[in-house]
């Protein structure tokens, strides 16, 4: 008799990943009561109960119906839990279920895709090859995760969540920025199992030499540039940057306030004084160009920061990750909600790109110059409506990931997109100059 043992490897992985994304949904669908489960915090967001079962109706329709070839259990919400229909600050209007119905549906749907994952076969199919499907759903829930983290931050009221203190940070002897050679290098992916469809494919990008900041723009950097009056001087911003802040008042990053002469931010119901050596979070694409200008610099190039991030010009080789090809671990990066902020900067010199950039995965998304487009040879999987709707010049791309994002969905290819005005997001940015 032969084991196929990557076919068991690769069910492993697809129920671990899984499993792990279901304890933190629990987590925070479990931390608050129901009346908090069900009310909207903010216009942005989804109440979380339509969270919660809208990962349960995704599972449902890829994993048991499409993967699995299973009949509905509930085809009549389909269309409530259906993003595209209904817009976030309609959801709560919707006859959602109610949160024990809303816990049960997820729990059951999740029991059967176990089995579904028992018996299907991972490979044969493009959705089925290296358990994809498994992966993308994984995903899905992960993302919704760190939307609901997002809603945790909006609520008001006392703290529901806890975590421990990221670990020190030490910039000893780091230069402010690293010098990226002019050349070629390999952008995307093709062979990564789990990539979504617009990190695909791999293809060469010619990228002339430039500057990019070692570690993120920190919260004491960019509070040189608001007491700097940089919030009341057009000359910073992009024109629609300079109408949304005039527009809404704003004079600094979503969260903050100053009292005393001191600047104190709102964490996850915590009120405490803004740490000057963390990255700066909360801040527009708009309001992370303005910075960067002001600095005399710019937002580097999505292509720029992946060259940055990937590229070993020892070896001309694209990495999966800064480190090397090696998954994340706890001394790498700052991923998956275990600390419940961005760490200071120099807190994971393990995490260093070949070329010394460091913190480029984890702590913050950070923002790009670049909007949201396809690759040369993109092709939409497996729906249109995963990325292909979105591209062109309204969103602007953010790399890297945050705190608040789940190693299974981080990447050194791993693209996000949000609209330029979006700050409730946990983005952050650092800047590059020309040579
Ligand atoms: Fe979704």
């Not at 919704?144 to 609520?155: A, C, G, P, S």
């Not at 000893?172 to 062979?191: I, N, Q």
């Not at 040189?224 to 527009?247: K, L, N, T």
């Not at 890297?400 to 994002?405: E, L, P, R």
Request: glycine content about 8%; some cysteine.
């Amino acid at each position: 008799m032969t084991v196929d043992t990557s076919s068991e490897e690769l069910r492993r992985r697809a129920v671990d990943t899984l499993t792990r994304a279901r304890d933190r949904t629990t987590l925070l669908t479990s931390s608050v009561e129901d009346n908090d489960l069900t009310a909207q915090h903010s216009p942005l967001m989804s109440p979380l109960v339509w969270d919660l079962a809208h990962i349960g109706n995704q599972e449902e329709q890829w994993l048991l119906r499409t993967v699995g070839g299973r009949d509905a259990i509930r085809p009549d919400i389909d269309s409530i839990y259906d993003a595209f229909e209904h817009p976030r600050s309609e959801r709560p209007t919707l006859p959602l279920l109610a949160p024990a119905e809303a816990r049960a549906y997820a729990a059951d749907v999740r029991n059967r895709v176990i089995d579904v994952i028992e018996r299907t076969p991972l490979h044969g199919a493009p959705l089925l090859d290296a358990g994809f499907a498994f992966g993308m759903i994984a995903q899905h829930e992960q993302q919704h995760d760190e939307t609901m983290l997002i809603t945790h931050q909006l609520r008001r009221g006392p703290a529901a969540l806890t975590a421990p203190r990221p670990p020190a940070g030490d910039t000893t002897g780091l230069p402010s920025e690293v010098l990226v050679p002019a050349g070629r290098f390999t952008m995307g992916t093709t062979a990564e199992p789990w990539a979504l469809d617009n990190e695909r494919p791999a293809h060469q990008r010619l990228v002339p030499a430039f500057f990019i900041d070692t570690v993120p723009v920190t919260n004491g950097a960019y509070l040189h540039f608001v007491e700097d009056g940089g919030y009341a001087q057009e000359r910073w911003w992009a024109p629609e940057g300079w109408a949304q802040i005039r527009q809404h008042g704003i004079t600094a990053p979503l969260f903050w306030r100053q009292e005393g002469g001191q600047w104190l931010r709102r964490r996850f119901g915590v009120t405490e004084a803004v740490p000057a050596d963390e990255p700066v979070l909360h801040v527009s694409w708009y309001e992370a160009d303005a910075y960067a200008r002001w600095a005399g610099r710019r937002l580097p190039s999505e292509e720029e920061w992946e060259k940055a991030a990937r590229h070993d010009p020892a070896t001309g080789r694209t990495l999966r990750y800064p480190w090397g090809d090696g998954e994340p671990t706890p001394e790498h990066a700052n991923l998956g909600q275990r600390h419940l902020q961005p760490a200071p900067v120099g807190s994971y010199p393990k995490g260093a790109s070949p070329l010394g950039v460091q913190q480029l995965i984890g702590d913050v998304w950070e923002w790009t110059s670049s909007d949201f487009l396809p690759y040369p040879g993109f092709v939409p999987f497996p729906y249109r409506e995963y990325s292909e709707v979105f591209f062109g010049s309204e969103h602007k791309v953010l790399r890297g990931g945050s705190f608040a994002v789940d190693a299974v969905a981080c990447r050194g290819t791993f693209r996000n997109w949000d609209l330029p005005v979006r700050r409730q997001i946990f983005s952050g940015f650092r800047t590059a100059r020309d040579v």
